[in-house]
């Protein structure tokens, strides 16, 4: 699993029948200080996440199986929203 935040939505009207009923979210990944690392990535989200809002998402066969649909082309989807972040 990995930290991101939101920071955007898609919307495809067209799209593979099986991602219907899926609200799809633009993900910048973070490194543990929450700073911008990689790109951004489109992601299923199953945790009613928001607009900037800090997740932890997943990514490859875990997240076909976090979003309940193993039998869709999902490489990543949103499993949780990040209350806080404590480093020690």
């Known amino acids: 699993m990995r930290i991101g935040k939101v920071i955007g939505t898609v919307v495809a009207t067209r799209k593979d029948p099986r991602l219907t009923g899926n609200k799809l979210m633009l993900i910048q990944p973070l490194d543990v ?12 989200d199953t945790v009613g996440a928001g607009v900037d809002e ?20 999902i490489d990543v989807a949103i499993v949780g929203i990040v209350d806080s972040i404590d480093l020690v």
């Open 33 to 44: 200080n929450q700073k911008p690392i990689g790109d951004v990535i489109i992601g299923v």
């Open 54 to 73: 800090t997740i932890i998402f997943t990514k490859g066969t875990a997240a076909r199986l976090g979003a309940n649909k193993p039998e869709a082309p």
